[in-house]
């Protein structure tokens, strides 16, 4: 094959790859359903909720909702301590943009660290630390318990999802 | 489950969608087909011409720059130590973790392949071991050359357990992110090169057992600058490759490099999760406790994903060597090995790419003065602040999901054509028949796509 036939057919493949990218990238007025089709862990997407309102769904979360969710946003993700640990890590699915409301109750004295967004709130018996902030910061974001860091037990109590919005 | 390591890791990939995964691997696949039809029967690389640039080498290779730049890595070797053993406990809030695991370990990475073989003028041992054979040298008055000569068989063998040793350290220690910890391993480092260097020499150690050099090293041959003959040349990136000579356990170092990377990319998926915990619960029942059964569930599965990428490798070249043309699989291997840095190349930067980019400006930024949070307060006491930007976060602005998922994704098809591209042009350097030469190159296209193909699906897994 002569040089230019060669590169004439390397640049189509190049034009054709790209065009293709282009036509079938999902886009952004389907990128809540994509979402929802594509990184929801099994058994955690909550469809109807992903599908309704766009300004806001609701964060996704295995762990029992709070009873009064606050009148002007989603509801909060209550998560349970017991001895600086949790029975299951569950994530907390968020798009950027979304504000996240966390409830974290502890039977023992703890100090809760969100990573990345880098806050900290103490916890107590009867005194629950309250989150409420918004997913600005895309990736993946680890809660941890800093007594359970601080005894060499696994701190881990949670994960927040920051998905693209 | 206990985390191991990463404790300075403040955010973590989304994994990539699927769509975007299956056109990755769909781009992968109409590449190499690519690459078939275009395959050039003339060796190009290996014959293209090295522009010597002798005002640039005056300046780069002077006697002034050589010692400001041992004396920068040995500096900056002796801060790792300080705030290592001296700062505070906590790991994020200490130099030495954050520099060593990111912007040594990584960004050399990315240093090298911009601008070559830089790390071999700051590296601080063999700064040292030159100034220690300087002063030998000038009180003895006379040459003395090393007392043995670097055993053939030994090759690249130090190298590599070097580098798996630090990927130990990062992986699958418990603790090995604490700053003491790292403070406790770069002492251990530091002597075995001593000694390897008393005992072979400075340079013959540093090129051939010193692991961090060697890996460098290699990446810097993706880059389009070389030294040689005391000169600074420029020549087509790649064509280090195509000429790097294959010691004695380079192809292990390789499956070292890229099977630490798959393993720490792995260890993130639900495959791992899911068989991790059953063996460190076997371990514990025979009386090992819950951390350390961890870490030997950790350190198999380190050891047996750089053996799985060993054996994948030797696959193709058995399939290369039943082309004909009487090579032994030790010759192919070898000759093939250069191809595999830039996998391991594009496995690094896809992997830990983002953790570049946020995490290494706690050392550095891309402001005046250019010094990260960490580096104006090394030992993290707070009672220091020497460039006033101790009180400075992370900007994790600087780059979004989706841009780090299409960068990630370029990485590996780069890397992919750039591996066909060197296996390629080795092909045509040893086969005397074109046509066995092309015949060889349908196994290592196979070896290429496999590793691209799970260099993709590990990052569809990401933090599942």
Known sequence: MSKAGRLTLVALAVVVVVAAFLIARPGDDEDGGERAATTGTPGQTDAPEETGGDAAPPPTATAPSAPDPPPDGPPATVIELTGNAVAEVVDVEVAKGDRVRLIVRSDAPDEIHVHGYDLSRDVGPGSPARFSFVADIEGIFEIESHEAEHQGQDALIARLVVEPS | ?464
């Open chain 2, 1 to 464: 489950m206990t985390q191991v390591a990463h404790g300075i890791v403040g955010r973590s990939d989304l994994p990539i969608p699927e769509w975007l995964f299956g056109w990755a691997a769909a781009v992968v696949l109409v590449v190499s087909f690519v690459a078939l039809a275009v395959l050039w029967p003339e060796p190009k690389l290996a014959r293209a011409r090295e522009r010597a640039l002798p005002a640039l080498s005056r300046v780069v290779l002077s006697r002034p720059v050589e010692l400001v730049g041992g004396a920068v890595g040995v500096f900056l070797l002796g801060l790792v130590l300080y705030a290592g053993f001296e700062g505070t406990e906590t790991v994020t809030a200490n130099f030495t973790p954050t520099f060593v695991y990111v912007a040594f370990w990584l960004g050399l990475v990315a240093v090298s392949i911009l601008f070559g073989d830089v790390y071999r003028a700051v590296n601080p041992w063999r700064a040292i071991g030159r100034a220690v054979a300087w002063v030998a040298r000038t009180a003895a008055r006379t040459e003395m050359p090393a007392p043995m000569a670097y055993p053939e068989r030994l090759g690249h063998w130090p190298a590599a357990a070097g580098i798996f040793l630090f990927a130990t350290l990062e992986l699958v220690v418990s603790n090995g992110d604490a700053p003491r910890t790292v403070a406790i391993a770069a002492l251990v480092y530091s002597t075995v090169q001593f000694i390897g260097m008393a005992l072979y020499g400075v340079e013959e150690w540093s090129e051939r057992g010193d692991g961090f050099a060697v890996y460098f090293s290699l990446f810097a041959r993706i880059s389009p600058w070389t030294v040689k003959e005391g000169t600074v040349r420029l020549r087509p990136p790649l064509a280090g490759l195509v000429e790097l000579e294959p010691r004695a356990g380079t192809v292990g170092l390789l499956a070292v490099m890229i099977g630490t990377v798959t393993f720490d990319g792995a260890a993130e998926s639900a495959l791992w999760t899911g068989i991790a915990p059953d063996l460190a619960d076997a371990f514990q029942t025979v009386g090992l406790s819950p951390v350390r059964a961890l870490e030997l569930t950790f350190l198999i599965g380190l050891a047996a994903t750089c053996g799985i990428v060993y054996g994948f490798y030797m696959l193709g070249v058995r399939g290369a060597q039943s082309v004909g043309g009487g090579f032994s699989a030790d010759q192919l291997a070898r000759a093939f090995v250069g191809s595999l840095v830039p996998i391991a190349f594009a496995y690094v930067a896809a992997h830990y790419m983002t953790l570049l980019l946020y995490q290494g400006q706690a050392i550095f930024i891309l402001d005046w003065p250019p010094f990260g949070y960490l580096s104006s307060n090394p030992l993290g006491t707070a009672d220091t602040d020497i460039f006033g930007t101790a009180g400075q976060a992370i900007d994790y602005g600087v780059i979004s999901a989706t841009a780090a998922w299409y960068w990630m994704v370029g990485f590996v098809v780069v890397g992919h054509v750039a591996a066909l591209t060197v296996a390629h042009e080795k092909a045509l350097t040893i086969y005397s028949d074109v046509k066995l030469a092309v015949r060889s190159q349908y196994w290592m296209l196979a070896v290429m796509v496999g590793f691209t193909s799970l260099a993709l699906w590990l990052l569809s897994q990401a933090n599942q």
